[in-house]
């Protein structure tokens, strides 16, 4: 422990020892009970102080901590894995996360990771193939979505938050309880599976980043609506090895076939492959068998024909189930969420990593200042779900479209599917032929990063 850390330590404990307060632990509260009279369960190791605590170690959570960091904020950021590696996360490093990015200074450093670079999404029904995002046709820096390792790309940004004092990174380490005062969320208490007891945070502001199955979502019992309308999908997602003579910058295809639909995503190494199925239809997947997902593969992607046997095993691959939805009201007092945790984004497009980004510049340029001032207000956090809440309505809205016009018609067709003739004008169109380029590189409009005082 450093000698700020146990300052915070020791300064915290002594504040605490005639609090009264009010546990939240799996969505249920508790009476109100006094500090050092906890079980053996819940006997506190240490009491750490900070500005911002932010539960979630992914885009969302890691670049708002690196932002914060930066301005001066003291930030705690709790992580539930010990690693950043977990197998088909979202990998899409988008053209405004790019610009982002570079007006912070990282971007040589990422461009030095192993990548990939895509230029065009395009679509092939039979013969016929149609290209629905163009990136080269936008006016930026970086015509292009980056492929990369989401692991590699948040092990950078940690990197750099770790060059700031006030930073601190705890991984591996499950939050268990939200601590409340007077109706204000006051920070989270955590455990490490190989301890005993927990450890508490204490803050003035606590963020949760912690995705899709959000548990700070469920311990303050906010609730979502569904939003984009319905999926009618679930993905299937495994890697195919590359072979030589594959062609470089073929970026991202997707193969229409007999009520199936593939996606092949071009990873510089390996493709990475998603099997698009009817919503909640993955135990008639497996029910059939592998050889039968091998020839459907095959028969959709026939330059693959005699690679697909290296999936072997189910375990090989990852189900996504895939849901859209967006919280009602995005904070409470002390709280606010954001990423994932707030609005669960369809993977069509690839603007899910885009958004979390957005999201904590957005957070970072509204909170900074009032979280360094000590003089955060509720107001605050109304102001980052206003502004960032219409984009999000606006990129769901779009991926709805898309999954109803093209996604659902696939998977419902009885014979191979074609594209619809207003669909092929559209994406023709000199106008209309960008806007989902635009989308999908911008999200619904750009955000900057607010210059430090």
């Known amino acids: 422990m450093t000698q700020k850390d146990a300052v915070g330590a020791i300064t915290s404990h002594i504040v605490r020892q005639d609090i009264d307060e009010t546990v939240i632990a799996d969505g249920e509260v508790t009476a109100p009970r006094r500090a050092g009279r906890l079980g053996a369960a819940h006997r506190l190791r240490d009491v750490q102080r900070t500005d911002c605590c932010i539960v979630g170690g992914g885009p969302a959570g890691l670049m708002l901590a690196f932002l914060l960091a930066r301005q001066g904020v003291r930030v705690t950021l709790l992580e539930a894995h010990r690693d950043f590696d977990r197998e088909f996360r979202g990998n899409t490093i988008n053209p405004s996360a790019m610009e982002i990015l570079a007006r912070l200074g990282l971007e040589k450093r990422l461009l030095e990771l192993r990548h990939a670079k895509v230029r065009r999404f395009t679509i092939q029904d ?177 330059e693959f024909a005699g690679r697909v046997g290296v999936l072997r095993e189910w375990g090989e691959g990852s189900l996504l189930s895939v849901e859209s939805d967006r919280l009602r009201r995005w904070h409470r007092p002390g709280l606010l969420l954001l990423g994932d945790a707030a609005h669960v984004i369809s993977p069509v497009g690839g603007i899910g990593i885009n958004l979390a980004i957005q999201d904590a510049v957005v957070a970072a340029n509204v909170l900074a200042e009032p979280l360094v ?70 999200g619904a409009w750009r955000v900057r990063v607010k210059e430090r005082a």
């Open 373 to 442: 001032n000590g003089r955060l207000r509720e107001g605050h956090l109304c102001t980052v779900q206003r502004r960032r809440e219409t984009p999000t309505r606006l990129v769901q809205a779009a991926q709805g479209l898309a999954q109803s016009w093209v996604v659902a018609g696939v998977l419902g067709s009885e014979k191979t599917y074609r594209l619809p003739l207003l669909l092929r004008l559209f994406l023709r169109a000199p106008v209309l032929r960008d806007l989902p380029a635009r989308l999908i590189a911008h």
């Open 126 to 302: 039979g013969e016929r193939r149609e290209t629905f995002a163009d990136f080269s046709r936008l006016k930026t820096r970086y015509p292009y979505v980056l492929m990369l390792p989401q692991a590699r790309f948040l092990e950078l940004v940690a990197a750099e938050a770790e060059c700031y004092p006030n930073f601190r990174l705890v991984m591996g380490v499950r939050v268990r309880e939200l601590v409340i005062e007077g109706g204000v969320v006051r920070g989270v208490r955590w455990r490490d599976p190989g301890e005993e007891g927990t450890h508490e945070v204490r803050a003035r502001l606590t963020v949760g980043t912690d995705g899709r199955f959000s548990r700070l979502r469920r311990l303050a019992g906010l609730e979502a609506a569904a939003a984009g309308g319905s999926p009618p999908m679930d993905v299937f997602w495994f890697n195919l090895p590359r072979e030589e003579g594959d062609p470089e910058g073929a970026g991202a295809v997707f193969r229409c076939g007999q009520g199936s639909l593939l996606v092949l995503m071009d990873h510089f190494e390996y493709w990475q492959v998603g099997y698009i199925i009817p919503k909640d239809h993955y135990a008639r997947l497996k029910e059939a068998g592998l050889p039968a997902l091998r020839r459907s593969v095959a028969a959709l992607a026939p």
